[in-house]
């Protein structure tokens, strides 16, 4: 089958951006496996005899994974109590925060019915002084 350039650059271009079908990938692949390739696609034809070759080669055993996975569990656990021990103290950090508010809004308000009492108990002294002055007065009087 020939193929002409501008055919096979729509094709590869498809193929780079990941858009090719099955269908289209096959005809890449016959058309480099070929060997009747334009030399402009040198590097394409490189890549496609490459995973062709590849294509047939297996392990020859069985793959063993080493076992990691008690660690990460171990981390898992303990990045949980982590976060539970963080988030019980900020809960603790804000309820004792909460409870410093409310205290300096009682410190207020009874400092300013202090202030109050304070000032009526002055007002009050003021006239008391007058009584005794006028008791004093009465007594010089009276004698």
């Not at 020859?60 to 080493?66: A, M, T």
């Not at 300096?104 to 002055?122: D, P």
Request: aromatic share 14%; net charge negative; proline share 1%.
């Amino acid at each position: 089958m020939e193929y002409d350039n501008k055919y096979i650059r729509h094709l590869l271009q498809l193929y780079e951006e990941g858009e090719s079908s099955l269908e289209q990938e096959k005809e890449l692949k016959a058309y480099f496996s070929s060997g009747h390739y334009d030399e402009a696609f040198k590097e394409y034809a490189l890549l496609f005899q490459f995973f062709e070759a590849e294509s047939g080669t297996q392990h020859p055993g069985e793959v063993v994974l080493p076992k990691q996975k008690s660690r990460f569990s171990w981390m898992n656990i303990a990045a949980s109590i982590c976060i539970i021990i963080g988030a019980l103290w900020f809960y603790q950090y804000q309820v004792e925060q909460e409870k410093l508010a409310e205290a300096r809004v009682a410190f207020e308000k009874t400092q300013n019915a202090l202030n109050l009492i304070s000032l009526n108990m002055n007002k009050g002294l003021e006239k008391l002084e007058y009584v005794e002055v006028f008791s004093e007065k009465k007594n010089e009087i009276l004698k």
